[in-house]
C-alpha cells in the first residue's frame, strides 16, 4: 500500500489502481483486444508528474509504461505503472521556422490541422488518431516518407524525463546518443513529455481513394507494380485487398494516393489506374493536409484489431500470384504500402531506425471477435507470410510490430547492439519499459 500512497501523494493528476472506479477504462488501451494488467494507471497532468511517477516507480522496484493513446499496445505490462499523457496536448506550430512543438498527449491530427493552413505538413501516418510521440519514437512511415524520410528523423528535440526521474532537454548537440535512440527505438530510453520536430512544405496535395470490386484485384496490381517501379518520390500509392463480407460488405479492392504536387501531376501519374474497368469510388481531389486521414477513413473510435507485417524486398511475378491466390477472409484487408524513395537514402546523422532497402510492406489485419477467430487471423496471416517468404526480409517497422514479436526484428544488428547499450547504460534497473522492449 504504501507505493499506491506515495504515489497519490506525489502526482497532481489521478491515480487509479485495482478496485477503484474508472480503473477498468483507464486500463484500456485503443486496440481494445489488448488486455493491460497494469499496477496503477496515472493520467499524468504535466511533465512533473512524470518525473514524479517515475521516481515513485523506480523507489518500489516498478517498472513505467507510457502511453499516448494505446494503439501500439502490445500487452506483457503485468504489474508495470501506466503513464498516460492526454492532458500534454499543447500544440505549438512555428511556420516560419517551419517547427512544429507538442505535448506527448498530441495526435496527429491536431497537428495537421494546426500545420495545414501554412500549406506544411508533419510526417504522419494513415490515421491522424495515432500519437505522434508513440509513432515518432518508432520510427514513423508517414504518407510522405518517400518524399521526406521517416518522422524521426525530422526531430530537433525532445524533452524527456530519465530513467532516475530526471528532466533533460535531447538534441544532437545535448546528448546525440540518447538523440539517436530514441528516433526509433521506441518507447524503452526515456520517458518523452514534448518533441519539437521540423514541418514540411506540402503547399498542394492531391489524393484519395479508388474503389473496384475484387474481382479486378489482378489487373490493379499489375497496375501498382508499373506505377511504383517508376513513381517520383512526390508520389505514394497503397492498394488494399479488403474483406467485410463477415460485417455484410462485399470484398473489394481499394487504391490509395497522395502526390504533393497538383491535380494534372498526380493524375497524369495515375492514368494507368483509369484503363482498369469497373471502377465504384473515385475520391481523389485537391485536399487539405488537415484531411488526410481521410484517404483510409481508419477508425478513431477505440478498436479491436490483430495485424502481422512484413517487409517485401520486392513484388515479383511470385509474390503477386500469392497475394490473390486465394480470398484474404477472415483477415479485413492485406494492404501494400509503396516504400522506396527517401526511405533507402537516410541521412547519415539519422536515428536508430537507418534507411529501408524494401520497397513494400504488407499489412494484414483482421478483427478478432472471438478467440477461434483470432487464431483464423493468425493462421491466415502466417499462411500469406510463408507464400510470401521468397521476397521477405525479416525485418519489421518498429512502430508495425505486433504482440509476440520483439524489438530486434526492427534493427540491423549494429543498430540493436548500440540500443542495447543505450538501454543498459541509461536505465540500468529496468525502470522504463516499452511496448517492444530493445534487451527483450
Ligand atoms: C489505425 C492505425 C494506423 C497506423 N498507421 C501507421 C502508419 O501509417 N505508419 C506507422 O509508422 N505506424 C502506423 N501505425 C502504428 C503506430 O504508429 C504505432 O502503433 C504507434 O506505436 C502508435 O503510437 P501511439 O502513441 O498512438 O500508441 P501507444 O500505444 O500509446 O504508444 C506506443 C508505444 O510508444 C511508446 N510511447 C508512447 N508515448 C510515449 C511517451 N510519451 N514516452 C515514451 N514512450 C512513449 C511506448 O513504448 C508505447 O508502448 C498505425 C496504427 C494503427 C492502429
Known sequence: MTFEKDLRAAITG????PGDAGFDAARTPWN??????????????????VAAAVRCAGLAGLAVTTQTTGHGAAGDVDGVVLLRTAALDGVEVLPQERIARVGAGVRWGAVLAAASPHGLTGLAGSSPGVGVVGYTLGGGLSWFSRRYGLAADAVRSFDVVTADGATARVSAESDAELFWALRGGGGDLAVVTAVEFELKPAPQLYGGRMMWPADRAAELLDVYRTVTASAPDELTVWLDLLDFSAFGGAPAVAVDVTHLGSAAEGAALLKPFDEVAGRTADGRR???????????????????GRSRTELLGELDDAAAA?????????????????????????????????????????????IPTAPDVAAA?????????????????????????APGERA???????????????????DPHGVLRSNFPVLA
Open 14 to 17: 489521478r491515480v487509479l489502481v
Open 32 to 49: 481494445v483486444a489488448i488486455d493491460q494488467r497494469v499496477r496503477a494507471v496515472v493520467d499524468v497532468a504535466d511533465a512533473a508528474d
Open 286 to 304: 485537391m485536399l487539405p493536409v488537415a484531411e488526410l486521414g481521410s484517404i483510409c477513413a481508419e477508425p478513431l473510435d477505440p478498436s479491436p
Open 322 to 366: 500469392a497475394l490473390l491466390d486465394r480470398p484474404i477472409a477472415p483477415l479485413l484487408s492485406v494492404q501494400l504500402r509503396q516504400l522506396g524513395g527517401a526511405l533507402g537514402r537516410p541521412a547519415p546523422d539519422g536515428g536508430a531506425t537507418g534507411g529501408f532497402t524494401e520497397q513494400h510492406l504488407v499489412y494484414m489485419f483482421g
Open 377 to 401: 487471423i493468425g493462421e491466415r496471416q502466417s499462411e500469406l507470410a510463408a507464400a510470401l517468404r521468397p521476397v521477405t526480409t525479416g525485418r519489421k517497422p518498429f512502430t508495425m510490430l
Open 408 to 426: 530486434a526484428a526492427a534493427f540491423p544488428g549494429a543498430a540493436l547492439a548500440r540500443l542495447r547499450d543505450v538501454k543498459r547504460a541509461r
